[in-house]
């Protein structure tokens, strides 16, 4: 009888899932005290750096075992964030100490993948250039060309935008209904005119534009897969931010997922709910006053 060896891989979990299982495991809330492994750690302070908390559950590095089949998140210096095992950062690449040895887009950056060109045939050789050889004149590269359905207005002037995505999600039809029906500001606005082209459009699109106040409020999550405002994407936002601050706006972020504040007047929550939406308010006093925000309560 022949025996049939059966192969298993084993994928590595998210780090939720892992804490969850060893709790049910070890039989206590917290299965890793903090500083539990901060020996085996303190050889890579490169990956000390890189490691944040408030991306992984809360869970400290020194509560995770080096050996530990886990899927983390790190973020670079530069701000690349990508996720890896323990193992596979520990033994990335071979303990260098360069900045670009500890992330896999740095590294890809500073060593890029190179092609290796195989021998021309003959006949497709270029020509050897003459003498009475014309020169072709180079092509410029030219800017994209900015979109001609934003109106004529003032910088920093608000409107209705027919280029404007529809809102992504049910949480910001609830966002706005609730602000609406606390605060008597302009309703149906959705775009603000900016002095700088913005991805082809001299404006951009706030998810609630608040003419009275001036100020735009932004939903972030991170998504279904957790994507969503986080490396190019969150330097777009910034670049959004920057873009109606000068116009003469301030900008709100609700940021969900345990993504960080951008701005100094963004709120990490939880969810949405009646509380968030006092905190909302209260924030909108700090940035234009008591007595213009009161005059819109309801």
């Keep these: 009888m ?22 049910w495991s070890k039989g206590a809330e917290v299965p890793y005290a903090v500083g539990s492994y901060r020996e085996s750690w303190a050889a890579f302070p490169a990956l000390m750096r890189q490691y944040h908390p408030d991306l992984n559950a809360s869970i400290a590095l020194s509560q995770v075992p080096p050996a ?3 899927l983390l998140l790190w973020q670079c210096d530069v701000g690349h964030r990508f996720a890896a095992t323990p193992s596979e950062q520990r033994l990335r690449p071979g303990r260098e100490r360069r900045r670009s040895a500890w992330c896999p887009e740095c590294s890809e950056q500073a060593n890029p993948t190179r092609t290796v060109a195989l021998p021309m045939r003959d006949s497709v050789t270029a020509p050897a250039v003459t003498a009475n050889a014309v020169l072709r004149p180079r092509r410029v590269r030219r800017a994209p060309p900015v979109c001609d359905k934003t109106p004529a207005l003032p910088v920093g002037e608000a409107f209705v935008s027919p280029c404007a995505p529809k809102p992504a999600s049910a949480v910001e039809d609830r966002l706005r209904a609730d602000l609406h029906e606390r605060l008597a500001l302009t309703p149906g606005l959705n775009a603000v005119r900016v002095a700088r082209p913005f991805f082809q459009h001299l404006e951009v699109w706030p998810d609630l534009v608040f003419p009275e106040l001036r100020i735009a409020v932004e939903y972030d999550s991170t998504g279904r897969h957790g994507l969503e405002h986080v490396g190019k994407r969150e330097q777009a936002d910034r670049r959004k931010d920057r873009a109606l601050r000068s116009a003469g706006w301030e900008v709100v972020r609700l940021r969900t997922g345990e993504l960080e504040p951008l701005g100094p007047y963004d709120l990490q929550l939880a969810n949405w709910n009646r509380g968030a939406l006092d905190r909302l308010v209260e924030t909108f006093r700090g940035i234009r006053g008591s007595l213009l925000v009161d005059a819109y309560v309801r």
Excluded: G, P, Y
């Design 2 to 23: 022949s025996e049939v060896v059966a192969t298993f891989i084993r994928v590595a979990e998210r780090v939720q899932a892992w804490w969850a299982r060893r709790q």
């Design 68 to 70: 530990a089949d886990v």
